[in-house]
């Protein structure tokens, strides 16, 4: 380390963290004072969600190399999409913390995605109970074994799901995450060299009300008192600071439904379950996992993909059907990316549904199923009828995200001297250099 330098590090990934979002709320100068740091712009990687940024954040690679194409991914073998799994084994590549363990220091990991089993020393991740007859156990899963409950202690109250993600989903869950990384910074025993956390306070209102709403002002303005005491429980515990944002949020107001036009043309199948109408992934010729603005389309067989990419290429509202050329230009052509790549229109995203009627709706779109559903589903972030049930109506979103271009750039701001990396990338590049120095 450079003489004069905290040899520490607490990297925070703040979710939706874009850098025009700061200068649309006038935001930009206090975020800097605050923190005493400058923001700038970075271009993310494409597509630009939770799972591949981190997991290019901690590779310095683009998904082809690392393999987390989505937040979800589509296992050929299995016939079967999955959504949010959380072993570090689907991430691939060497991490840019390599030589940094190897030298004997510490590495802790707290909320990241992808996290269970990585060669770290510490972590903690939301891992929930799901019991026989129904109902589940709140807690999280954590390295060492007792931490969780630890820390739970230390903050004054427990971690609560219910306000992670769905309907009750609020900002205050960020502050028991930065409460539980600050505590861990001013442990001696356990605070790592290298501390990961992250913060999904912006995340769902500016998925429901749009980033100009004065709601997701109030959650930014959250944030940055989040950021505020965590930068202060760093400079007290001897770490440098780095800030970075994933994704930025752009305004939609339409949703479009990939998997409609599949199974109106014969190549998604389904089965008829009670009026209800599942996907039958065992013989469907193709079907699109979607991802807010993006979605990967399995084809199975190699003879049907010119089929899907001309049914896909007459949906309104699609900017682009990337196939094998249009994904290595992108740097997608990879094992886990589907045959196809849908990207929307700017002002659209991609919805899973493949039904028309409501009462064609599988059970679980009523409900909070982040693991069973084929596709991201953000209408899961408003409640619906009948009570306790989860909204299905698509028009209610009004904020998505999954496209690089030009003034959706994310923020990035840090203590240290990193350059001006232009993109994650070489952000990720530029700190393992400052952990190898």
């Known amino acids: 380390m450079l003489e004069g330098m905290a040899e520490k590090l607490l990297v925070i990934q703040v979710a939706a963290l ?10 930009l100068q206090e975020a800097q004072n605050r923190l005493d740091m400058d923001f700038c712009p970075a271009e993310s990687v494409f597509p630009a969600v939770t799972c591949t940024a981190q997991a290019t954040f901690r590779t310095a690679a683009a998904p082809d190399v690392h393999g987390m194409v989505a937040n979800g991914l589509y296992l050929r073998d299995l016939h079967k999409p999955m959504f949010w799994e959380q072993s570090a084994d689907l991430v691939s590549g060497q991490r840019i913390w390599g030589r940094f363990r190897e030298a004997g220091r510490t590495v802790g990991m707290l909320f990241w ?3 269970l089993g990585e060669d770290v020393d510490v972590v903690l991740s939301p891992a929930p109970i799901h019991k026989h007859h129904g109902g589940m156990i709140m807690d999280c899963y954590s390295r060492p074994a007792g931490l969780y409950g630890r820390l739970c202690e230390r903050v004054g109250r427990k971690f609560d799901l219910m306000h992670y993600w769905g309907p009750l989903a609020k900002a205050k869950v960020g502050r028991w995450i930065a409460d539980a990384a600050a505590e861990v910074m001013r442990d001696a025993d356990l605070a790592p060299d290298l ?14 009300y749009g980033p100009a709403h004065a709601k997701s002002d109030a959650a930014l303005s959250e944030l940055l008192s989040q950021l505020s005491g ?12 780095l800030v970075w944002g994933d994704y930025a949020i752009g305004v939609c107001s339409e949703a479009v439904f990939p998997n409609r036009a599949l199974a109106a043309a014969g190549l998604l199948e389904t089965r008829d379950i009670r009026g209800m109408l599942y996907p039958d992934f065992h013989t469907s010729r193709a079907f699109a996992v979607v991802d807010h603005e993006v979605a ?3 084809v199975r067989r190699p003879e049907d993909v010119a089929e899907a990419q001309a049914i896909l290429q007459e949906l309104p509202h699609l900017a682009r059907v990337l196939d094998n050329e249009g994904k290595r230009a992108s740097a997608l052509d990879h094992p886990n990316a589907g045959e196809l790549v849908l990207l929307a229109e700017q ?9 028309e009627g409501k009462r064609q709706a599988p059970d679980y779109a009523r409900h909070i199923d982040i693991h069973n559903k084929p596709g991201y589903d953000p209408c899961e972030l408003y409640f619906g009828w009948p009570p306790m049930s989860v909204s299905q109506d698509a028009a209610k979103i009004r904020g998505s995200h999954g496209r690089t271009m030009p003034g959706r750039e994310i923020a990035w701001a840090s203590t240290l001297d990193l350059g001006k990396p232009a993109n ?13 120095s």
Do not use: F, I, M
């Not at 501390?195 to 429901?208: C, K």
């Not at 002002?347 to 039904?355: D, T």
């Open 18 to 27: 874009g850098h025009g979002l700061l200068k649309q709320h006038n935001r």
């Open 113 to 115: 995605q992808q996290s």
């Open 195 to 208: 501390l990961l956390t992250y913060l999904p306070t912006l995340d769902y209102d500016l998925q429901r």
């Open 230 to 241: 965590l930068a202060e429980a760093a400079r007290k515990a001897g770490y440098d600071l």
């Open 296 to 298: 990967h389309v399995y």
């Open 347 to 355: 002002g659209r995203w991609l919805a899973y549904p493949w039904w």
């Open 424 to 436: 994650l990338v070489e952000l990720a590049n530029a700190v393992r250099e400052w952990l190898n």
